[in-house]
């Protein structure tokens, strides 16, 4: 089984709506994190979280937002979704404990916002 | 504000070549250099990470080099395979920045028979 989950995997919705994307990891990790991509743009940071009581703004939160709702469980909503939001979304874990602080990344989400 | 920037945005070798992928970023008080896979439909794979202190990183026909006084690093793949073909990004975790990584948009890489 994978280590980071996401779920859905792809999604379609409609401008105004409200959508959640969620992801669990079982690598027992205390840091999550919540990028976009853009097709020819890298990888852009929209939260990330240290631990539960810890939660901090990325480059790019501007209508987005985000809950930890346990170590293992982290969820990125939409709230009221807009076209540009297209974009394939991804999950990341990362243990503060190791030196290195390698960064393990889920599947991804693709949106698609009519 | 640190930019990484990899050249070029796409390539294609025939099967066999050794290859070399460029990254550059603009602010070299870096904590450390990842290099990632991307395969179609799927997340990213770390490959190789290079700490600060480190001038190289090998992993099988992988091998990472880092001159942070120059900005760059660079991943060579020796014997190139048609299971290579993916995008390669780098990215970049900066000393006080907690643990926030900055991408560069990637290298398309095809490798055919």
């Known amino acids: 089984d994978a280590d980071v989950t996401q779920t859905p995997r792809n999604r379609i919705t409609k401008t105004g709506k409200r959508i959640m994307l969620e992801c669990s990891q079982t690598?027992?990790?205390?840091?999550m994190y919540w990028y976009r991509q853009d097709p020819g743009l890298g990888l852009q940071l929209i939260y990330y979280s240290f631990d539960v009581k810890d939660i901090n703004k990325g480059e790019i939160s501007d209508g987005y937002s985000v809950s930890r709702q346990a170590q293992a469980k982290f969820s990125l909503s939409l709230e009221s979704a807009i076209p540009n939001q297209t974009a394939l979304y991804f999950c990341?874990?990362?243990?503060?404990?190791?030196?290195?602080?390698?960064?393990?990344f889920g599947p991804g989400t693709r949106l698609l916002v009519l | 504000k640190q930019e990484v920037t990899q050249i070029p945005a796409a390539l294609s070798v025939p099967e066999g070549e050794n290859l070399v992928l460029n990254c550059s970023f603009t602010d070299s008080a870096i904590y450390n250099l990842q290099w990632f896979r991307q395969d179609p439909g799927k997340g990213l794979t770390s490959l190789l990470l290079i700490q600060s202190s480190q001038r190289e990183q090998t992993s099988g026909r992988l091998n990472a080099s880092l001159d942070k006084s120059s900005g760059r690093s660079t991943l060579y793949i020796a014997a190139s395979q048609p299971g290579d073909s993916a995008t390669y990004l780098c990215a970049v975790l900066n000393t006080g920045t907690a643990s926030k990584l900055t991408f560069g948009t990637g290298t398309r890489l095809q490798v055919t028979l």
């Open positions: 690598k027992g990790h205390d840091r």
């Open positions: 990341a874990t990362s243990d503060s404990r190791t030196r290195q602080e390698t960064q393990y």
